[in-house]
Every structure is written in structure tokens, then in C-alpha cells.
């Protein structure tokens, strides 16, 4: 029993000493920016029961949630950036002046992957204001081959900062932000070639703008931008080894011209005023009737199709002719032309039919050209071979033809009509068109 307790006051003493180390102090200052790195191996060793060595042999994925202590995110001011459960988190921002003098803590949730297992420590931001250290030119670079997370690393930063200076030579040099393009709507590269994001990064100093800074604002190199062609800065060499700046990006912000007013807003204490008890909408809703909506939304479109029906009919029905004002119109021989067309046609489906029926009539004449009389039918002889005999015979010119009376006018000519003998008793009508 003794043992227990010995071991529960053992592990009392060491939650308060992991307590006790993971409250951070930091004292930023208001203006300039802060960064602060959320290592993996520090946070490896606070998921029991596993060691220190365990935790290094399995490489656990950690990812890590900040916030304002009793609030679900972070300051306006405050970033977070983790790639990938495998690298380290940062935590970067420039304060304000509004944030000084007061504590901010950061809580840090950090997430064992593998394990589902929590830890957290606290990070306590005590900003400090620089009321007399004022940066009035300030300039923001966008570096083109850097991502924000590389663009953080304190050696990355200083030799910027380095280059900057070689170019500028101010007296002090402070890096106020740095944001990712992505946050200023840009778009996500393609995983080829090694594409970074970009970076805007800027700086502020007490020195007004040197004149290379100044070459951008000259007129060839705005035409040279506006035609998304790089311009020609002399100092471009002193970065070009190991940042690629975009110049046409370069913004250049002179604070002494344009002070910034200061508004005095007035905070609430963010809690609603009490109006009362909620009172919902009354569910009693009055009825409306819909029998007019619904009689104008039918009879409507039913009596535009009726009218279209009505002309239709009218067109179809009451604007024919008919067979019987067509055919006292027509000449009589244009008809009987017509019927005998379709008689010799019906006939020869016949034969299709039945090929031993008798002979067709459509190989006797109809009628005489002459007289308009209908002649009879003549028969043939049975010692007339008639198996090879043609419907309608060639137009020859025949000794026995017959000129029909008629009149020859221009662009006419004479019909005459011969009797052909081809067999014993056999006569056809002869069209012939000398």
C-alpha cells in the first residue's frame, strides 16, 4: 500500500515538473516578426509508455492544433504551418500594438498519429510594444523560389535580410511579416520541377528607399512589367544567388507621407443584449386559396391550343378542292390518259401474280385518236406468236398512217396514227412525231 502511494506522489511531482516546463515565456516585439518552431523531438517523449528510443525507432506522424486559451482559434496575427506529420510545425505573425502589454497564451495540442495519445503545453507571448522605434519605410519583396516554411528558417531569413541590407544599408533592419502566396490568392504550383509556392516578405528600416529600390518605379521598367517582361534592377545580382525576387512585385510603402489614422472603435464585451424570451412565428398561418392560380394556369394554355386546333382544322378540312372540282379543271384526255395509266398498272400487278391470266388489255387501244371513240377489243389469232411481242411497238413511219386533223402552230407538231400489222388481226395506235 505504501508502494502505491509512493508511486502516485512519484507521478504527481513529475506531471507538475512537465507542467512546469512546457509553460514557455516569449517577449516579442510589436511590429517585428515572431517566429517560434514547434519541434517534433521535443513532443516525443511526452507519449507514455513509451520511451524516448521507442519513439525514435517508430518516427510516430505528430501533427500539432493552436489556439487562444479559452478560444477555438488563434490571434488574427498568429500563422500555423505544418507540411506533413513528419516535420515540424511554426508558429509565425507580426503583433500589433493592440496585443502588448498584456499576456497572450498559446495552447499547443500536439497529436501522436499512430497512437491517438495528446499532449499539451502552453506558450505564453508577453508582446512588448515600440513606441519609440518606428520603421516608417518599409518595403515587401516576393521571392519567387522559397516556400514560407523555408523562407522562417533563421538562416534563411538573416542572409535575406544580409542581401537587403548590402542594397538598402540602413541603420536598423527588421523583418516585419512574411505571408505565403497562397494567402494572397495565388495558386497552388504543380509537384514538377521543384515549383515553391513564393513568399512576400517585408522589411522596414528608418533610411529612405535607395535608389536601386527606385529603378522599379522608372517608366521603361513599368512598361517592361505591364508586358510581364523582368525588368532591368542593377542590385538584382546581390540576390540572385540565392533568391529570385520578382521585382514587377516589388511594393514600396513610405509611412511618413501616408500616416495611419487611428480609430478609436469601442468593444463590446461580445455578449448579446438580453431582448427576452424568443418568441417563434405563430404556426396558425392563414389559408390562402389557390382555385383562381389554378384555373388561370389551365385555362390559359387550353384556349390558345383550342384556337390553334380551330385554324388547323379550317386549313386542312374547308381549303381542299376535291376530286370533283380537280377533275372539271383537268382536259377530259389528260384523264383518260391518267386511267388508263393506272388500269395498266393495276393490270401488270395482276400478271406479277398469276402469269397464265388473260391477255392485257393495256396492249389494245383505249380509244380512237381520231373520233374519241372507244374502239372494242380485238383478239388475236391462235397461229400468232405473241410470246415476244412488246407492250408498245417502235414508232416507225408506216404507209397506212393517219394525220389527225390539226392545227400546226408554232413550236407543234402533227400526231399521226398508223395501223401496225404484226399479227393477223392486230392493230396498235402509233404515236409518231416526224
Known sequence: ???????????????????????????????????????????????????????????????????????????????????????????????????????????????????????????????????????????????????????????????????VKNVWQPTHLNAINITSALDRGGRVPLPINNMKEGVYVMVGTDLMFSSCLREVETPQNQQKCSQEMEPSISCDKKFRAQFDIDWCKLSLVDKTKNPSVAHNEVRGDGILPDDGEYKPPSTNLKSKDYYTDFVITLAVPVAVAMVLFVILGYIMFCRREGVQKRNMQTPDIQLVHHSSIQKSTKELRNMSKNREAAWP?????????????????????????????PLMQTQQNHPLQTQLPQQQGAGQYPISVSPAITCSNHYHIDYHVP
Open 1 to 163: 500500500m505504501a508502494s502505491v502511494a509512493f508511486c502516485i506522489a512519484l507521478l504527481l511531482v513529475y506531471s507538475i515538473f512537465l507542467q512546469v516546463q512546457s509553460d514557455r515565456n516569449h517577449y516579442p516585439f510589436s511590429g517585428v516578426l515572431f517566429v517560434h518552431v514547434l519541434k517534433r523531438e521535443y513532443f516525443k517523449g511526452e507519449f507514455p509508455p513509451y520511451s524516448m528510443k521507442l519513439a525514435d525507432a517508430k518516427n510516430d506522424p505528430i501533427t500539432f492544433k493552436t489556439n487562444l486559451k479559452g478560444y477555438p482559434d488563434r490571434p488574427g496575427w498568429l500563422r500555423y504551418i505544418q507540411r506533413t506529420p513528419y516535420s515540424d510545425g511554426v508558429l509565425y505573425g507580426s503583433p500589433t500594438n493592440e496585443n502588448a502589454d498584456k499576456p497572450t497564451i498559446i495552447e499547443i495540442t500536439a497529436y501522436n498519429r499512430r497512437t491517438y495519445e495528446t499532449a499539451r503545453h502552453s506558450l505564453i507571448l508577453n508582446i512588448m510594444a515600440l513606441n519609440d522605434y518606428s520603421l516608417p519605410y518599409q518595403a515587401e519583396f516576393f521571392v519567387k523560389n522559397m516556400n514560407v516554411e523555408e523562407m522562417l528558417a533563421s538562416e534563411v531569413i538573416g542572409d535575406f535580410l544580409g542581401a
Open 361 to 389: 388489255l393495256s396492249t389494245l387501244p383505249v380509244f380512237n385518236p381520231v373520233t374519241g371513240e372507244i374502239m372494242p377489243p380485238l383478239h388475236h389469232s391462235d397461229n400468232c406468236d405473241t410470246s415476244n411481242m
